[in-house]
């Protein structure tokens, strides 16, 4: 009695003996592979063929990493030039030069910063706001985690942070200090593919932590006038 040898023996066999074509080159020459079209290939001429595709996705791969570096240079150049101009601005200034420059040089659809009421003097209401109560009850999970919410959010969430857009196809939701203590800052596109989660959201969340410390240091100095 003879035993069959199954096609997963081969594969198991090939895979322990990796060396096993380079020592039977002749059979490379017999082997044939279909394509995607279905028509038979030699083995090597597939082989040529798959590297040649690996090699094509490297260099897309490559070029998408050096556009993405670029980009993150130049907007590391822009919270640069934040960080400049509100080092010497007032602190009643303050919000309003970090909402300007946001707006200015961080271009997104729609942007929002939604915070305690103590914070936000005479910023425009279009884009800064009262931190709701539905907001939150929409972005609780900022109680166990640091990290934004981004990609295609579900439409309650958008609503409550950017009200009744319809064409918001990506955002990005950054909590305020800890469990979003002072509030939530948002960005919004109409490009699904602008603000997902494999995106670099660094450079906006150095924008979050920014904001953060002026919260921070506001209330530091209302609970020591509070205490004198």
Do not use: W
Not at 102 to 109: E, G, I, K, L, R
Not at 133 to 149: G, M, N, R
């Amino acid at each position: 009695m003879t035993n069959s040898i199954s096609k997963k023996d081969i594969v198991a066999y090939l895979q322990a003996n990796p060396t096993f074509f380079a020592e039977h080159p002749a059979l490379l020459q017999e082997l044939t592979v279909p394509d995607e079209q279905g028509q038979l290939q030699q083995m090597a001429t597939f082989q040529a063929r798959t590297l040649q595709h690996q090699n094509r996705q490297l260099k897309n791969q490559m070029k998408q990493l050096i556009h993405h570096a670029k980009l993150n240079e130049v907007l590391m150049n822009r919270v640069y030039e934040l960080l400049v101009e509100l080092a010497v601005s007032d602190k009643h200034d303050f919000l309003h030069r970090f909402v300007n420059f946001v707006q200015d040089h961080f271009a997104s659809d729609y942007f929002k910063l939604s915070c305690r009421n103590e914070f936000l003097h005479e910023l425009p209401s279009t884009i800064c706001e009262p931190l709701t109560a539905a907001q939150k009850s929409q972005f609780t999970v900022f109680q166990h985690q640091i990290e934004p919410l981004s990609g295609r959010l579900p439409q309650s969430q958008i609503e409550a942070m950017f009200g009744g857009h319809k064409d918001i196809r990506s955002a990005i939701i950054i909590p305020l200090g800890p469990q979003a203590t002072y509030g939530l800052m948002g960005f919004a596109s109409c490009d699904e593919e602008k603000f997902m989660p494999h995106s670099a959201s660094d450079i906006l969340q150095k924008l979050g932590h920014i904001v953060s410390h002026f919260f921070a240091a506001e209330c530091n100095h209302e609970t020591s006038q509070a205490m004198s």
